[in-house]
C-alpha cells in the first residue's frame, strides 16, 4: 500500500509503501511524529528514555556486550520498544559488516598465499 501523505504545496501523494499496518510512511506516520516531537521536548508527559553511554563497536565481542547491555536495559524498562527494534537492528547489520570484512581479510590471504605458491 502506498502512503496516504499528500504534500499540501504540489499536491502530490507520497510514493513510499507504508509502514506495515499503517497508513503512512516511515517519514510520514503522524505516530512517529508525536514520538519525534516527545523526544524533543525534554521533561515531556513521555517516559524519559535513559541517555545509553557511547560505547565501542570494534569487535563482534563489542557487539555482543552491547546487546547484552541492551537486554539488560530493555527488561529494566529503561528503553522502549521501539528503540530497542532500531539498536537491535543496527547491531544485526554491524554484525553482518564485521562477518563480511572478516571474509574479505580471509579470502585476500588465500589469495596472496596462492600467488606466494603457484
Ligand atoms: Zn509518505
Known sequence: MKCAF?????????????????????????????????ARSKGGKGKKEFKLPKVPLESPQDVQKMLADLINSYRAGEISDKRATILQRLSDGMLKAMELSGLEKRISNLEDYIQRHP
Do not use: I, S, W
Not at 6 to 11: H, L, P, R
Not at 13 to 38: D, G, I, S, V
Open 6 to 38: 499528500v504534500n499540501q504545496k504540489t499536491g502530490k501523494k507520497c510514493q513510499a509503501f507504508t509502514m506495515k499496518n499503517a497508513k503512512f510512511c516511515f517519514f510520514h506516520n503522524p505516530f512517529l511524529e508525536e514520538e519525534k516531537r516527545m
